[in-house]
């Protein structure tokens, strides 16, 4: 269920509607204020629109990055389910010429 939350970003209070709990949210305000934060004080010159516009390419890039990676995982998984279900064939395969040889184990 979706609750609204107040959270400080950059001296600006905003209403965020999340579904997500209160911790969760407030965890996220405070890694966006933090960072935003770390840019406005060792850049003199950098506004609180351009650290948030910096946070903004930063943190989508981070999430690109991660699809990507999780693209390729799924891949990987994919490949060796494949793989797994030709050795069960296989292993189904060995197990029924053994018994029709008459071993067993």
Same mark, same amino acid.
């Given at each position: 269920m979706k609750e609204k939350? %107040? +959270?400080? =970003? #950059? #001296? =600006?209070?905003? #209403? =965020? @509607?999340?579904?997500? #709990?209160?911790? %969760?949210?407030?965890y996220i305000a405070k890694t966006v204020?933090?960072?935003?934060?770390?840019?406005?004080s060792s850049q003199r010159n950098c506004s609180l629109v351009e650290a948030a516009i910096f946070c903004a390419m930063d943190f989508y890039s981070t999430l690109d990055n991660n699809d990507k990676k999780i693209?390729?995982?799924?891949?990987? @998984?994919?490949? %060796?389910? +494949?793989? @797994?279900?030709r050795l069960k064939r296989e292993n189904e395969e060995l197990l029924a010429k053994l018994r029709n040889n008459g071993k067993q184990f």
């Open positions: 939350f %107040y +959270v400080d =970003i #950059g #001296g =600006i209070r905003l #209403g =965020i @509607v999340s579904e997500e #709990g209160k911790e %969760y949210v407030d204020n933090d960072k935003m934060n770390a840019m406005t693209k390729n995982l799924e891949a990987q @998984v994919a490949l %060796y389910q +494949v793989n @797994v279900n």
